[in-house]
């Protein structure tokens, strides 16, 4: 791995956040995992032993669809699990939950076969990682959109909400699964669910009391897209409300306390009547949300959402994967206030989903992307870790680089081994003011000129694309 050092300056007029950066590279070699889109990937404990294991759906290039469960030996290493009982599938989604109370994350999957058969299977945990199929389950012909688990009736263990396709007219539905309490399910009728195919569902306790309410966002039986939000008695019962959220579909829910304000708040992601949107609604405490003009980020459709703290910082971060403008697959800095800042690209991730986890136990998230990357191989599943640097070091290439400030005339120098580089200066949206290819090895950039607020300074590596972005802010 190539090596960088970044030496980062305090003056009257720059002020760079001095927290942890955040910076995901590529693992060389890389796990063998199968390269797919259309499908869905998790992080999490399978076999008890405190690290995260791995297990994925999907369809890849000539060989259909296949789920694959891979065990992490604690250091990012990854070993299949072969003979395991579950189906072959993609076009769907994962979704785990201990559901008969013995401590044992449990798997639950809707998705399609490569024949086209819609499949919705519950498999049990030994606590060991060896799962059995759970007969019995009311779950039918079930495939895509979306599901989670969650304790709708106080009772202690987890029922499940699923969306998507269903049956031979891939009709839309959602459907809410009660849990006896052994990982039982039955259907609960007579729900309000609206039935959405292109679809997101998550629970969220919205006022601190302890009821699950439902958000869900996806297309109708009419065709429409649809964000509606349905409030719980705390027994289970759910009543529409009205809500802000624009309607959506193909996209994302996320929940996070965006502004450490201590409730949730909501990322909404996918496409709106007029274009691809990613909103972010702010909770005053008691439920009721509003939209946060002032958060700008891309646009996000066929893609996922999540938050996540990258740089360890106390705060959440966005990470967002789909079609924007581009496609993308980019993580975005919270600076506080609400304020998303762009901190890193991970390439280009269409019909994608990514895990957000640490893999190699070094404390850090790292993230495992599928989808179609427009790059050999084109479905690809690539793995990135967190470098977790600072302030002092970012690791990126061999040749030695710093960031100096010179004088108040021409404050801003990289200076180093960097003929084979280009520098870019960006304002806010991105847009690119400045291009600096390197003649020798030191670099002056005038950024007296550049009006107040955000900036980022883009360094590309011509030979292998590599990239380091470091965001400032002109006071």
Not at 420 to 430: F, G, H, P
Not at 454 to 459: G, K, L, P
Request: contains cysteine; hydrophobic residues 35%.
């Amino acid at each position: 791995m190539k090596k960088v050092l970044i030496l980062l300056f305090t003056t009257l007029t720059f002020f760079y956040n001095t927290n942890a950066q955040i910076d995901l590279t590529p693992a060389l070699p890389g796990p063998n995992f199968y390269g797919a889109d259309v499908g869905d990937v998790m992080l999490a404990d399978l076999d008890n032993d405190g690290d995260k294991d791995f297990i994925s759906i999907g369809t890849g290039t000539g060989s259909g669809t296949r789920t694959t469960i891979f065990m992490n030996d604690g250091f990012g290493n990854f070993t299949e699990v072969m003979g395991d009982p579950l189906v072959d599938v993609g076009n769907g989604v994962i979704e785990l939950g201990d559901v008969n109370g013995d401590g044992f994350l449990d798997i639950y999957i809707q998705a399609s076969t490569s024949g086209g058969i819609k499949t919705a299977n519950l498999y049990m945990n030994d606590g060991t990682g060896a799962f059995t199929l759970s007969t019995g389950q009311p779950f039918g012909e079930r495939s895509g959109g979306d599901a989670a688990f969650g304790d709708i009736d106080d009772d202690d263990d987890l029922d499940l909400i699923t969306t998507g396709i269903l049956g031979n007219f891939d009709d839309p539905f959602t459907t809410l699964f009660i849990n006896d309490g052994f990982g039982n399910f039955s259907e609960v009728t007579g729900t309000p669910f609206e039935a959405l195919t292109l679809s997101s569902v998550e629970f969220v306790d919205i006022d601190g009391s302890g009821d699950l309410a439902i958000i869900l966002l996806g297309e109708n039986t009419n065709g429409n897209r649809s964000t509606t939000f349905y409030m719980n008695d705390g027994a289970g019962n759910f009543t529409q409300v009205t809500d802000s959220f624009k309607d959506f579909s193909g996209g994302e829910i996320a929940i996070g306390d965006s502004d450490n304000d201590g409730d949730l708040d909501i990322l909404l992601s996918g496409s709106t009547n007029s274009s691809d949107l990613t909103e972010l609604y702010l909770n005053d405490g008691l439920g009721n949300f509003t939209l946060n003009t002032a958060t700008m980020l891309p646009g996000s459709f066929v893609g996922e959402t999540k938050f996540a703290d990258f740089d360890n910082d106390g705060d959440l971060d966005v990470m967002i994967s789909g079609v924007s403008t581009d496609v993308i697959a980019d993580i975005y800095e919270n600076i506080g206030g609400n304020n998303f800042v762009l901190a890193d690209k991970l390439g280009k991730a269409y019909i994608s989903c990514f895990a957000i986890g640490d893999i190699d136990g070094d404390t850090d998230l790292d993230a495992i992307i599928g989808g179609t990357s427009f790059t050999s191989p084109v479905r690809d599943t690539k793995t990135y870790l967190n470098t977790m640097f600072n302030d002092a070091e970012l690791l990126l290439d061999f040749d030695c680089m710093t960031l100096t400030h010179n004088s108040p005339a021409n404050p801003f120098v990289i200076e180093g081994g960097i003929s084979d580089y280009t520098i870019e200066i960006l304002d806010a949206s991105e847009t690119v003011i400045q291009t600096i290819t390197p003649t020798s090895s030191k670099v002056s950039i005038e950024i007296t000129i550049l009006p107040a607020g955000i900036h980022f300074v883009r360094v590309v590596n011509s030979s292998n694309n590599l990239v380091f972005i470091q965001h400032m802010i002109k006071e």
